[in-house]
Every structure is written in C-alpha cells, then in structure tokens.
C-alpha cells in the first residue's frame, strides 16, 4: 500500500471525520504486476479472475497480466472504437461468463466499463492502469455514455490498484500528457475548496489538502521529466493522480480534486453552448485551468472588493443556455447557493483570498507547463472557438453546487 494513503487511514484525523477506503490495496512501482498474485491474496480475492482490456493495452500489458494469472480468461475489446457506453459494457458482459472478478488492463475508458459491468454482476475488480492519464482510476462512480448523454451511474471501486511504472511510462504520449492537464487542475481545485472554507466554513480536511498539495508540486516539478518519458516522473504523475482519487474516496466527494476548472470541461462535455469536441478528459481540464488562472490572478489584482446586486438564473435563462440539461442544471442546483453567502465574508478574508491565488501558476505559466508536455493550451487548440469563452465562465459554474471563486464572483466587483 502506498505509505502516505496508509498513514492518513491509520491516524485519528484532527478534522472529526473517519476517513474510510474501499480500495484495500495500491501498488505503485516498477514491475508491480509481476505482484499481481501476492495482491489477490492479500485483499482476500479468489476464483476465475476475467481480463478487460481493448487492442492497445492488450499488447501494452494485458498479455503480461494473463500470464501473471495464468488465466485464459481474457475479453479483448475490439469494437472499432470502444467508449464506455452500452455496446462496450453489452460486449464484456456477453463474454465474462461466471467471473468471480474483473482485472482492468487500461486506461479510463477501460475502466469505467469494467467498473460498470464489476457492480453490475455485485463482482470486485483489479484495476491495472496502462496510463497514467486520469485520476479516475479508485473512482466509485463510472462516467458512461448511454444514449448518446453523458451519465454518471454508481460503480464499484477498484479493491486493489496495481500500476506498474514500467507499463505507464510507455503509455503513448497523448495519454500522458492528459493526466498533466488532469493533475494540473488541483492547482484551481484545491484553491476553491479552501476559499469556500474560509467563506462558508464548508467542511476542509486539512491533512488531505496538505497531501495533495504536496503531491502537486511533486508531479508538476516533473513535467519536463515526464515529457521525456522518464519512469521516475511519470511515477510522481501516476501517485498525484492514484492519490486525488484516494482523496476522493476519503472526503466522500470529488471536492480534493474538482474546482472551477472541472466546471468548464463538463460544461463543454454537454455541449450546450459549443459544438462537441474529441478532446480528451485532462486536454479539457488543463485548458480550462489556465483560463480560470486568469479569471482568479485578475480578481487578485484589486485593492479591495465591491458588492454588487445578484440575480440567480431565471428558469428561461436556464433553459435558453443549457437546452435539453436543463433539468438536471435545476435539479442539481436546487435554491441557488450564493443566496446564502455573505458578500462580507469574501471581503474580510480577501487578503488571504489574493494568498492563496498567488499560489496558483499564472496563465502563462500553466499554458508553458502543457506545452511541455505537448498538451492542448488554448480553447482553438481543443477545437473551441474564442467566442465560447464568456459564456463559459458565466454559466460554467452552475454545472454543479459547488461553491468555487468563479461562483462567488457574482457577488462583487475587484475595486483596482
Ligand atoms: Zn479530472
Ligand atoms: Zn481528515
């Protein structure tokens, strides 16, 4: 298990909450699934253990790991192109006969069917990412396209994670470059959810937050590293990227490692207000950061703060902006959230507010770390075009109820 997740379960935790994890186990080193079998036995797993895997990451590792298991089970998804949606989830679960477990080999895609077909039949599953690509892999929910509409449907997580540095360093370079635009959006993530505990008093784990700020600055001081494929960066990457999920797991929600900049991705997801674009999860996400970089260095830049008069979203505003996901943006929001906010409480604490920008990396600064790694940069480069920049910082933050300085700056204006 990895040290610091054992540390953070065993302690009583000062923030009066009992921290607890589904997932039993997680192995992060080089040549971890030649550990496959140890790992079983140790979260108590046996019987016929069934592979998932699409064509890449058979070749990338799920070979080796049938193996390891010495197991013929093996489901090859190899459906011209495999989305976690009903044909990919139909496809595994015509072919996992009676499987007592499901070991998934790849990335999140991967994932999230194995994850959707394991709850479905009430089976664990093994996940043994072949990219260090999300932070999705301890997930409890699985993000699936049914329809043709993006659903979040209950899932399991995963009771043990085995991510060999050997597999995910050879990860194609896409893949790779999307987990650094995933992990660089703590940087937002983690500055809304402590503005929202200094303004709010919403609940703010202080050991997690330390953690993951400190697993942050360890992948992002990597980046060039981890451009070059080195194992030993790409492994800061994976443990960023394996801890935000455990973090998740242990808040409860996915507060550690979602802010303002996830707010955009999903609003694009939706495509309410743009035409769908093929970027992939953390190509968004990294984007997206450096835009509410700005928003945030520029509300840093004032004297002081303003009250201004605030109207929640008419029900025809709703409607006009977000179409056929209007009832689910009512549904999720329920009365609106900064009804109950103090705009004095944002001024009192401005100071700290403008503190804890200072930590966030400046646009260019973001944009430069992406290049780096060959990642997307701009809005144009994910196929958006300029014009759907306003409306995505206006409307953005109503995706979720979830307070994030995007949201509180309806309340007031930056006096400079
Ligand atoms: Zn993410
Ligand atoms: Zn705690």
Redesign the pocket.
């Known amino acids: 298990m990895l040290k610091i997740v054992k540390q953070l379960q065993r302690e009583t935790c000062d923030c009066g909450k009992e921290h607890s994890l589904t997932v039993k186990e997680i192995l992060l080193e080089s040549g971890a699934i030649y550990k496959l079998k140890n790992v079983l036995e140790k979260v108590e797993i046996d019987g016929n253990g069934c592979i998932v895997c699409d064509r890449n990451t058979d070749v990338a590792a799920g070979s080796a790991v049938s193996q390891v298991l010495n197991s013929e089970e093996k489901i090859v998804i190899d459906l011209p192109e495999v989305h976690a949606d009903e044909q990919s989830t139909q496809f595994v679960f015509d072919r996992m006969g009676d499987a007592d477990y499901l070991v998934a080999v790849g990335s999140g895609t991967i994932h999230d069917i194995t994850r959707y077909c394991a709850h479905a039949r009430g089976i664990p599953f093994i996940s043994v990412p072949t990219a260090a690509s999300?932070?999705?892999f301890v997930s409890t929910v699985c993000a699936m396209t049914f329809r043709g509409a993006k659903v979040t449907t209950p899932g399991v997580a995963p009771a043990a994670v085995v991510a060999d540095t050997d597999i995910f360093s050879s990860a194609p370079k896409r893949l790779t470059a999307s987990g650094v635009g995933?992990i660089i959006?703590k940087y937002t993530a983690l500055t809304d959810w402590r503005i929202s505990h200094l303004v709010t008093g919403e609940y703010l784990c202080e050991k997690v937050y330390g953690v993951m700020e400190k697993a942050l600055g360890e992948a992002v001081g990597a980046v060039s590293d981890i451009a070059r494929g080195k194992p030993a960066a790409c492994e800061k990457l994976m443990y960023g990227l394996l801890l935000s999920g455990v973090a998740m797991q242990m808040i409860g929600n996915s507060r550690p490692?979602?802010g303002a900049e996830?707010h955009l991705?999903h609003l694009w997801e939706t495509a309410v207000i743009n035409e769908p674009t093929p970027a992939l999860?953390?190509e968004k996400?990294g984007v997206a950061t450096a835009l509410v970089s700005q928003v945030y260095h520029e509300i840093a830049s004032g004297v002081s703060l303003q009250p201004v008069a605030y109207e929640p979203l008419s029900d025809r505003e709703i409607d006009r902006v977000f179409k056929d996901t209007a009832p689910d943006i009512r549904r999720e929001n329920g009365v609106d959230m900064l009804l109950d906010v103090d705009f004095h409480r944002i001024a009192e604490n401005y100071e700290e507010i403008k503190a804890l920008i200072s930590k966030i990396p400046q646009p260019g600064e973001i944009r430069e770390l992406l290049g780096k790694v060959g990642a997307p940069r701009t809005l144009s480069d994910i196929e958006l075009p300029d014009a759907v920049l306003e409306d995505s910082l206006t409307y953005s933050p109503f995706i979720r109820r979830r307070l994030t300085l995007m949201r509180l700056k309806k309340l007031f204006c930056v006096v400079k």
């Open positions: 999300v932070d999705g995933d959006g490692a979602s996830h991705s999860h953390g996400v």
